[in-house]
Protein backbone atom coordinates (compact mmCIF):
# COMPACT_ATOMS: atom_id res chain seq x y z
CA UNK A 1 0.00 0.00 0.00
CA UNK A 2 1.18 3.37 -0.77
CA UNK A 3 -0.42 5.36 1.97
CA UNK A 4 -1.29 3.40 5.20
CA UNK A 5 -4.36 6.27 6.24
CA UNK A 6 -5.60 8.78 4.44
CA UNK A 7 -7.56 11.75 5.33
CA UNK A 8 -10.25 13.05 2.95
CA UNK A 9 -12.37 16.46 3.99
CA UNK A 10 -15.09 16.88 1.29
CA UNK A 11 -16.89 13.37 -0.63
CA UNK A 12 -18.37 15.08 -2.96
CA UNK A 13 -17.89 14.15 -6.63
CA UNK A 14 -13.75 14.92 -6.49
CA UNK A 15 -13.32 14.01 -3.23
CA UNK A 16 -15.69 10.90 -3.99
CA UNK A 17 -13.32 10.44 -6.92
CA UNK A 18 -10.58 10.48 -5.01
CA UNK A 19 -11.50 7.95 -2.75
CA UNK A 20 -12.54 5.32 -5.40
CA UNK A 21 -9.41 5.76 -7.20
CA UNK A 22 -7.58 4.84 -4.27
CA UNK A 23 -9.05 2.04 -2.92
CA UNK A 24 -9.76 0.25 -6.92
CA UNK A 25 -5.84 1.18 -7.42
CA UNK A 26 -4.91 -0.24 -3.80
CA UNK A 27 -3.09 2.54 -3.29
CA UNK A 28 -4.46 2.44 0.64
CA UNK A 29 -7.34 0.19 2.46
CA UNK A 30 -8.19 2.84 4.96
CA UNK A 31 -9.83 6.02 4.18
CA UNK A 32 -11.52 8.43 7.40
CA UNK A 33 -13.85 10.87 5.25
CA UNK A 34 -15.37 14.42 6.51
CA UNK A 35 -18.58 16.19 4.94
CA UNK A 36 -21.74 17.50 6.16
CA UNK A 37 -24.14 14.75 4.07
CA UNK A 38 -24.73 11.60 6.27
CA UNK A 39 -26.27 9.65 3.17
CA UNK A 40 -22.86 10.19 0.95
CA UNK A 41 -20.56 9.30 4.43
CA UNK A 42 -23.26 6.55 4.89
CA UNK A 43 -23.28 4.84 1.16
CA UNK A 44 -19.39 5.04 1.37
CA UNK A 45 -19.54 3.22 3.64
CA UNK A 46 -21.60 0.46 2.51
CA UNK A 47 -19.40 -0.31 -0.95
CA UNK A 48 -16.36 -0.35 1.31
CA UNK A 49 -14.80 2.70 -0.02
CA UNK A 50 -14.26 4.71 3.56
CA UNK A 51 -13.69 2.66 6.73
CA UNK A 52 -14.98 5.55 9.37
CA UNK A 53 -16.47 8.88 8.52
CA UNK A 54 -17.12 12.26 10.55
CA UNK A 55 -19.90 14.84 9.94
CA UNK A 56 -17.13 17.75 10.76
CA UNK A 57 -14.63 18.89 11.11
CA UNK A 58 -15.00 19.71 14.74
CA UNK A 59 -16.39 16.17 15.44
CA UNK A 60 -13.42 14.84 13.70
CA UNK A 61 -10.34 16.88 15.77
CA UNK A 62 -12.52 16.62 18.77
CA UNK A 63 -11.61 12.85 18.69
CA UNK A 64 -9.22 11.72 17.01
CA UNK A 65 -5.97 10.27 17.94
CA UNK A 66 -4.93 8.91 14.22
CA UNK A 67 -1.67 9.84 12.07
CA UNK A 68 -2.29 10.16 7.94
CA UNK A 69 0.33 9.92 5.67
CA UNK A 70 -2.07 11.45 3.18
CA UNK A 71 -4.80 14.22 3.61
CA UNK A 72 -6.72 15.42 0.94
CA UNK A 73 -8.96 18.71 1.02
CA UNK A 74 -11.84 18.61 -1.79
CA UNK A 75 -14.09 21.16 0.26
CA UNK A 76 -15.33 24.15 -1.64
CA UNK A 77 -12.53 26.98 -2.19
CA UNK A 78 -13.79 29.19 0.20
CA UNK A 79 -13.41 26.92 2.69
CA UNK A 80 -9.99 26.30 2.64
CA UNK A 81 -8.37 28.65 5.00
CA UNK A 82 -10.31 27.42 8.41
CA UNK A 83 -9.88 23.88 7.20
CA UNK A 84 -5.79 24.09 6.93
CA UNK A 85 -5.63 25.81 9.95
CA UNK A 86 -7.62 23.48 11.95
CA UNK A 87 -5.24 20.35 10.11
CA UNK A 88 -2.21 21.72 10.14
CA UNK A 89 -1.26 20.01 13.58
CA UNK A 90 -2.07 16.93 12.19
CA UNK A 91 0.78 17.55 8.98
CA UNK A 92 4.08 15.23 9.94
CA UNK A 93 7.26 14.50 9.19
CA UNK A 94 5.50 11.59 6.64
CA UNK A 95 2.31 12.99 6.12
CA UNK A 96 1.07 14.27 2.17
CA UNK A 97 -0.91 17.15 1.51
CA UNK A 98 -2.83 18.38 -1.17
CA UNK A 99 -5.84 20.29 -1.88
CA UNK A 100 -7.82 20.03 -5.49
CA UNK A 101 -9.60 23.93 -6.00
CA UNK A 102 -10.11 25.10 -8.88
CA UNK A 103 -8.88 28.68 -7.74
CA UNK A 104 -5.09 28.60 -7.01
CA UNK A 105 -4.11 32.16 -6.19
CA UNK A 106 -6.24 32.77 -2.86
CA UNK A 107 -5.07 29.23 -1.59
CA UNK A 108 -1.45 29.61 -2.38
CA UNK A 109 -1.81 33.01 -0.33
CA UNK A 110 -3.30 31.04 2.56
CA UNK A 111 -0.82 28.27 2.62
CA UNK A 112 2.06 30.50 2.58
CA UNK A 113 0.55 32.58 5.70
CA UNK A 114 -0.80 29.53 8.01
CA UNK A 115 2.51 27.63 7.41
CA UNK A 116 5.50 29.62 7.51
CA UNK A 117 6.64 28.51 10.53
CA UNK A 118 5.04 24.83 10.53
CA UNK A 119 7.58 22.48 10.60
CA UNK A 120 6.28 20.27 7.86
CA UNK A 121 5.02 22.81 5.57
CA UNK A 122 6.71 21.54 2.18
CA UNK A 123 4.30 18.24 2.86
CA UNK A 124 1.65 20.86 1.44
CA UNK A 125 1.33 20.64 -2.03
CA UNK A 126 -1.43 23.35 -3.87
CA UNK A 127 -2.79 21.57 -6.71
CA UNK A 128 -5.95 21.49 -9.19
CA UNK A 129 -7.27 18.54 -11.12
CA UNK A 130 -8.56 19.45 -14.12
CA UNK A 131 -11.67 16.78 -14.47
CA UNK A 132 -15.40 16.56 -13.71
CA UNK A 133 -18.50 17.17 -14.66
CA UNK A 134 -21.43 19.06 -14.43
CA UNK A 135 -23.08 16.47 -11.08
CA UNK A 136 -21.67 16.46 -8.31
CA UNK A 137 -21.85 14.50 -5.25
CA UNK A 138 -20.95 11.11 -4.23
CA UNK A 139 -23.04 9.23 -6.54
CA UNK A 140 -21.38 10.60 -9.40
CA UNK A 141 -18.02 10.09 -8.28
CA UNK A 142 -16.16 7.78 -10.59
CA UNK A 143 -12.55 5.51 -9.82
CA UNK A 144 -11.50 6.50 -13.42
CA UNK A 145 -12.60 10.58 -13.72
CA UNK A 146 -8.98 11.45 -13.53
CA UNK A 147 -7.37 8.98 -16.15
CA UNK A 148 -7.33 11.08 -19.08
CA UNK A 149 -6.78 14.20 -16.78
CA UNK A 150 -4.60 16.75 -16.61
CA UNK A 151 -3.40 17.62 -12.69
CA UNK A 152 -1.86 21.49 -12.00
CA UNK A 153 0.75 21.75 -9.23
CA UNK A 154 0.85 25.55 -8.13
CA UNK A 155 4.21 25.43 -6.46
CA UNK A 156 4.13 27.75 -3.01
CA UNK A 157 6.71 30.06 -2.64
CA UNK A 158 8.78 30.34 0.98
CA UNK A 159 7.39 26.88 1.46
CA UNK A 160 9.98 24.94 -0.55
CA UNK A 161 9.37 21.39 -1.09
CA UNK A 162 12.54 19.54 -0.67
CA UNK A 163 13.60 17.12 -3.86
CA UNK A 164 12.38 13.94 -2.50
CA UNK A 165 9.10 15.48 -1.66
CA UNK A 166 8.83 16.72 -4.74
CA UNK A 167 9.84 13.27 -6.34
CA UNK A 168 7.13 11.38 -4.12
CA UNK A 169 4.34 13.94 -5.37
CA UNK A 170 5.10 13.92 -8.84
CA UNK A 171 4.83 10.10 -9.25
CA UNK A 172 1.88 9.77 -7.11
CA UNK A 173 0.19 12.14 -9.22
CA UNK A 174 1.74 10.17 -12.13
CA UNK A 175 -0.01 7.17 -11.81
CA UNK A 176 -3.39 8.76 -11.93
CA UNK A 177 -3.04 11.35 -13.86
CA UNK A 178 -2.65 11.71 -18.02
CA UNK A 179 0.02 14.01 -17.27
CA UNK A 180 1.68 16.53 -14.48
CA UNK A 181 1.79 20.41 -15.50
CA UNK A 182 3.61 22.55 -12.99
CA UNK A 183 1.92 26.56 -13.31
CA UNK A 184 2.70 29.81 -11.47
CA UNK A 185 -0.78 30.04 -9.11
CA UNK A 186 -1.49 33.82 -11.12
CA UNK A 187 -1.16 32.65 -14.23
CA UNK A 188 -3.45 29.28 -13.41
CA UNK A 189 -6.22 31.85 -12.25
CA UNK A 190 -6.31 34.04 -15.19
CA UNK A 191 -6.21 31.07 -18.15
CA UNK A 192 -8.81 28.88 -15.97
CA UNK A 193 -10.60 32.00 -14.87
CA UNK A 194 -11.19 32.78 -18.81
CA UNK A 195 -11.89 28.91 -19.71
CA UNK A 196 -13.89 27.54 -17.56
CA UNK A 197 -14.90 29.95 -14.83
CA UNK A 198 -15.92 32.78 -17.32
CA UNK A 199 -17.47 30.51 -19.60
CA UNK A 200 -19.36 28.77 -16.62
CA UNK A 201 -20.92 32.19 -15.70
CA UNK A 202 -22.12 33.01 -19.36
CA UNK A 203 -24.30 30.21 -19.10
CA UNK A 204 -25.92 30.35 -15.37
CA UNK A 205 -26.43 33.81 -16.87
CA UNK A 206 -28.00 32.77 -19.67
CA UNK A 207 -29.94 30.53 -17.94
CA UNK A 208 -31.22 33.36 -15.31
CA UNK A 209 -32.44 35.31 -18.41
CA UNK A 210 -34.07 32.10 -20.05
CA UNK A 211 -36.31 31.88 -17.01
CA UNK A 212 -37.26 35.67 -17.59
CA UNK A 213 -38.91 35.02 -20.55
CA UNK A 214 -41.94 33.21 -22.16
CA UNK A 215 -39.82 31.60 -24.73
CA UNK A 216 -43.23 29.70 -26.08
CA UNK A 217 -44.34 33.20 -27.13
CA UNK A 218 -40.71 34.15 -28.27
CA UNK A 219 -41.22 36.72 -31.20
CA UNK A 220 -38.21 36.12 -33.20
CA UNK A 221 -35.59 38.78 -34.26
CA UNK A 222 -37.65 41.29 -32.14
CA UNK A 223 -37.22 39.43 -28.41
CA UNK A 224 -33.60 38.53 -29.89
CA UNK A 225 -32.46 42.18 -29.00
CA UNK A 226 -34.10 42.31 -26.45
CA UNK A 227 -32.82 39.64 -24.70
CA UNK A 228 -28.94 40.56 -26.11
CA UNK A 229 -29.21 43.84 -24.93
CA UNK A 230 -30.41 42.18 -21.23
CA UNK A 231 -27.47 39.74 -21.71
CA UNK A 232 -24.72 42.48 -22.06
CA UNK A 233 -25.99 44.52 -19.33
CA UNK A 234 -25.36 41.07 -17.13
CA UNK A 235 -22.55 40.40 -18.35
CA UNK A 236 -21.09 44.07 -17.91
CA UNK A 237 -22.53 44.82 -14.55
CA UNK A 238 -21.89 40.75 -12.99
CA UNK A 239 -25.10 41.13 -11.08
CA UNK A 240 -26.38 37.90 -10.94
CA UNK A 241 -29.09 35.99 -8.68
CA UNK A 242 -28.23 32.46 -8.30
CA UNK A 243 -31.14 31.79 -6.71
CA UNK A 244 -33.59 32.29 -10.13
CA UNK A 245 -31.59 29.84 -11.75
CA UNK A 246 -31.99 27.15 -9.12
CA UNK A 247 -35.64 27.04 -10.09
CA UNK A 248 -35.22 26.41 -13.32
CA UNK A 249 -37.27 24.36 -15.15
CA UNK A 250 -34.50 22.29 -17.03
CA UNK A 251 -36.83 19.70 -18.15
CA UNK A 252 -39.55 22.18 -20.14
CA UNK A 253 -36.06 23.86 -22.12
CA UNK A 254 -34.76 21.11 -22.97
CA UNK A 255 -37.46 20.79 -25.85
CA UNK A 256 -37.00 23.79 -27.16
CA UNK A 257 -32.79 23.68 -27.66
CA UNK A 258 -31.39 22.65 -31.05
CA UNK A 259 -28.50 20.06 -30.55
CA UNK A 260 -26.13 22.06 -31.11
CA UNK A 261 -27.18 24.48 -28.19
CA UNK A 262 -28.11 21.50 -25.44
CA UNK A 263 -24.17 21.95 -23.72
CA UNK A 264 -25.89 25.52 -22.43
CA UNK A 265 -28.37 23.50 -20.60
CA UNK A 266 -25.55 20.96 -19.00
CA UNK A 267 -23.74 23.65 -18.04
CA UNK A 268 -26.03 25.01 -15.39
CA UNK A 269 -27.36 22.13 -14.20
CA UNK A 270 -23.42 22.55 -12.50
CA UNK A 271 -23.42 23.03 -8.76
CA UNK A 272 -24.28 26.60 -7.97
CA UNK A 273 -22.85 25.77 -4.29
CA UNK A 274 -19.65 24.79 -5.40
CA UNK A 275 -19.28 27.62 -7.92
CA UNK A 276 -20.21 30.63 -6.04
CA UNK A 277 -17.09 30.64 -4.42
CA UNK A 278 -15.18 30.10 -7.29
CA UNK A 279 -16.38 33.34 -8.68
CA UNK A 280 -15.92 35.67 -5.75
CA UNK A 281 -12.03 33.77 -5.49
CA UNK A 282 -11.45 34.97 -8.88
CA UNK A 283 -13.38 37.48 -9.34
CA UNK A 284 -10.38 40.37 -10.59
CA UNK A 285 -10.03 37.69 -13.52
CA UNK A 286 -13.99 37.10 -13.91
CA UNK A 287 -14.88 41.04 -13.85
CA UNK A 288 -12.56 42.02 -16.07
CA UNK A 289 -13.48 39.52 -18.99
CA UNK A 290 -16.80 39.88 -18.40
CA UNK A 291 -16.27 43.59 -19.36
CA UNK A 292 -14.31 42.99 -22.37
CA UNK A 293 -16.98 40.51 -23.49
CA UNK A 294 -19.71 42.58 -23.49
CA UNK A 295 -18.10 45.10 -25.51
CA UNK A 296 -17.24 42.79 -27.92
CA UNK A 297 -20.61 40.83 -28.20
CA UNK A 298 -22.48 44.30 -28.49
CA UNK A 299 -20.10 44.87 -31.31
CA UNK A 300 -20.81 41.40 -33.02
CA UNK A 301 -24.72 42.06 -32.47
CA UNK A 302 -24.07 45.33 -34.18
CA UNK A 303 -22.26 44.03 -36.67
CA UNK A 304 -24.63 41.16 -37.62
CA UNK A 305 -27.86 43.83 -37.52
CA UNK A 306 -26.08 45.95 -39.58
CA UNK A 307 -23.38 44.27 -42.36
CA UNK A 308 -24.28 40.92 -42.43
CA UNK A 309 -21.27 40.04 -45.08
CA UNK A 310 -18.63 41.64 -42.71
CA UNK A 311 -20.19 39.27 -39.74
CA UNK A 312 -19.98 36.25 -41.94
CA UNK A 313 -16.19 37.43 -42.87
CA UNK A 314 -15.45 38.24 -39.30
CA UNK A 315 -16.90 34.95 -38.31
CA UNK A 316 -14.89 32.93 -40.45
CA UNK A 317 -11.44 34.58 -39.97
CA UNK A 318 -11.65 34.09 -36.00
CA UNK A 319 -12.60 30.55 -36.27
CA UNK A 320 -9.70 29.69 -39.00
CA UNK A 321 -7.17 31.66 -36.31
CA UNK A 322 -8.62 29.52 -33.75
CA UNK A 323 -8.34 26.54 -35.46
CA UNK A 324 -4.91 26.67 -36.84
CA UNK A 325 -3.27 27.57 -32.75
CA UNK A 326 -5.62 24.72 -31.23
CA UNK A 327 -5.46 22.14 -34.12
CA UNK A 328 -8.66 20.83 -33.32
CA UNK A 329 -9.24 17.30 -35.06
CA UNK A 330 -12.79 17.60 -37.20
CA UNK A 331 -15.19 14.73 -37.62
CA UNK A 332 -17.27 16.69 -40.30
CA UNK A 333 -17.34 15.01 -44.15
CA UNK A 334 -16.83 17.50 -46.40
CA UNK A 335 -20.25 17.18 -48.08
CA UNK A 336 -22.11 17.59 -44.31
CA UNK A 337 -19.60 20.43 -43.46
CA UNK A 338 -20.68 22.52 -46.24
CA UNK A 339 -24.37 21.33 -45.47
CA UNK A 340 -24.51 22.15 -42.03
CA UNK A 341 -22.69 25.71 -42.39
CA UNK A 342 -25.38 26.65 -45.26
CA UNK A 343 -28.28 26.44 -42.28
CA UNK A 344 -25.88 28.43 -39.75
CA UNK A 345 -25.65 30.82 -42.65
CA UNK A 346 -29.16 30.84 -43.94
CA UNK A 347 -30.18 31.51 -40.25
CA UNK A 348 -28.33 34.42 -39.70
CA UNK A 349 -29.13 36.04 -43.30
CA UNK A 350 -33.07 35.68 -41.97
CA UNK A 351 -32.44 37.26 -38.77
CA UNK A 352 -29.93 39.93 -40.22
CA UNK A 353 -32.24 41.15 -43.02
CA UNK A 354 -35.77 41.68 -41.45
CA UNK A 355 -37.42 41.29 -37.70
CA UNK A 356 -40.19 38.92 -39.17
CA UNK A 357 -38.78 36.77 -42.01
CA UNK A 358 -41.29 33.86 -42.71
CA UNK A 359 -39.85 30.86 -40.48
CA UNK A 360 -37.61 32.22 -38.52
CA UNK A 361 -38.01 30.69 -35.08
CA UNK A 362 -37.09 30.48 -31.24
CA UNK A 363 -34.28 28.22 -32.04
CA UNK A 364 -33.05 30.29 -35.34
CA UNK A 365 -32.54 33.25 -32.40
CA UNK A 366 -30.70 31.40 -30.02
CA UNK A 367 -28.30 29.65 -32.38
CA UNK A 368 -27.40 33.14 -33.74
CA UNK A 369 -26.61 33.99 -29.92
CA UNK A 370 -24.48 31.37 -29.15
CA UNK A 371 -22.31 31.89 -32.06
CA UNK A 372 -21.63 35.47 -31.23
CA UNK A 373 -20.38 33.85 -27.95
CA UNK A 374 -18.47 31.73 -29.62
CA UNK A 375 -17.16 34.62 -31.39
CA UNK A 376 -16.44 36.53 -28.24
CA UNK A 377 -14.57 34.11 -26.47
CA UNK A 378 -12.51 33.25 -29.58
CA UNK A 379 -11.37 36.65 -30.42
CA UNK A 380 -10.83 37.93 -26.33
CA UNK A 381 -8.34 34.54 -26.35
CA UNK A 382 -6.35 36.14 -28.89
CA UNK A 383 -6.41 39.18 -27.46
CA UNK A 384 -5.50 38.15 -23.99
CA UNK A 385 -3.30 35.43 -24.42
CA UNK A 386 -0.45 34.08 -26.78
CA UNK A 387 -2.36 30.68 -27.60
CA UNK A 388 -0.18 29.37 -29.78
CA UNK A 389 2.11 28.66 -26.67
CA UNK A 390 -0.95 28.33 -24.74
CA UNK A 391 -3.02 26.25 -26.91
CA UNK A 392 -2.77 22.92 -24.37
CA UNK A 393 -5.19 25.34 -21.33
CA UNK A 394 -7.10 26.70 -24.34
CA UNK A 395 -7.77 23.66 -26.01
CA UNK A 396 -10.13 23.09 -22.53
CA UNK A 397 -12.20 26.42 -24.21
CA UNK A 398 -12.50 24.96 -27.42
CA UNK A 399 -13.29 21.73 -25.90
CA UNK A 400 -15.70 23.57 -23.28
CA UNK A 401 -17.76 25.43 -25.50
CA UNK A 402 -16.80 25.67 -28.94
CA UNK A 403 -16.79 22.40 -30.19
CA UNK A 404 -20.69 21.95 -28.61
CA UNK A 405 -21.63 24.35 -31.56
CA UNK A 406 -19.41 23.43 -33.94
CA UNK A 407 -18.04 26.76 -35.44
CA UNK A 408 -14.93 25.93 -35.37
CA UNK A 409 -15.28 22.63 -37.30
CA UNK A 410 -18.07 24.32 -40.03
CA UNK A 411 -15.35 27.44 -41.18
Known sequence: MLFDKVLILGLGLIGGSWARKLISADYTDYIVAIDPYFESLQQAQEQNIIQKFYLSLEDFIEVNVEDFDCIIIATFVGDFSHILRQISPLILANTSVFDVGSTKQDIVVAARTILIDHSYAHNFIAAHPIAGKELSGFVNSEADLFDDAVFIITPVTDLQLSHNNFVKFYSFFEKIFNKVIILDSQYHDQIYGFCSHFVQLIFFILCSLYQQYNLVGWQPGVMRQEFCQKFKLEMSLIEFDFSSVASIEFDRYKELYHNCLKFSLRLCQSNLLMWEPIFQTNQTNISDYSRLFAQKFDHYNRLLENNYSGFCQELKNLANIYRSFVKIRFNFSATNRI?????????????????????????????????????????????????????????????????????????
Open 339 to 411: KYQTIILEILYRISVGKDVKGLTYEDDMIAINIMIAMVLIKLSIDNFDIKSDNKFLRFLGKSYLDSISIVELF
